[in-house]
């Protein structure tokens, strides 16, 4: 059973940062991608970034050059460093791990808010 434990959640005022983590039950090497998805009330879940076996990494344009994504392949952990954030950035954020199939973290709350 493949596992997904997410931290580093909460409220940050905005400008703020935070670093969320995802740590995998497995070898994060069991998988060709991670990602991180968000998801507002209301909203459908959107890609905010992935990061391949290899290492690369892609951003879409709405938070490029804020959203940092990483990985610790000895502690089988991602992270997701946001920076600078916006009261837009409140949401779910969801770690995700792909091979075969998809597995999906609990979800973490993230609020911006001052």
């Known amino acids: 059973q493949v596992q997904l434990v997410e931290s580093g959640g909460g409220l940050v005022q905005p400008g703020g940062s935070l670093r969320l983590s995802c740590a995998a039950s497995?070898?994060?090497?069991?998988?060709?991608?991670m990602g991180w998805y968000r998801q507002a009330p209301g909203n459908q879940r959107e890609l905010v970034a992935t990061?391949?076996?290899?290492?690369?990494?892609n951003y879409p344009d709405s938070v490029k050059g804020r959203f940092t994504i990483s990985r610790d392949n000895a502690k089988n952990t991602v992270y997701l460093q946001i920076d600078t954030v916006k009261p837009e950035d409140t949401a779910v954020y969801y770690c995700?791990?792909?091979?075969?199939?998809?597995?999906w973290g609990q979800g973490t709350q993230v609020t911006v808010s001052s």
């Open positions: 990061i391949t076996s290899f290492g690369r990494t």
């Open positions: 995700n791990a792909k091979n075969r199939l998809d597995y």
């Open positions: 497995v070898s994060i090497f069991s998988f060709n991608s």
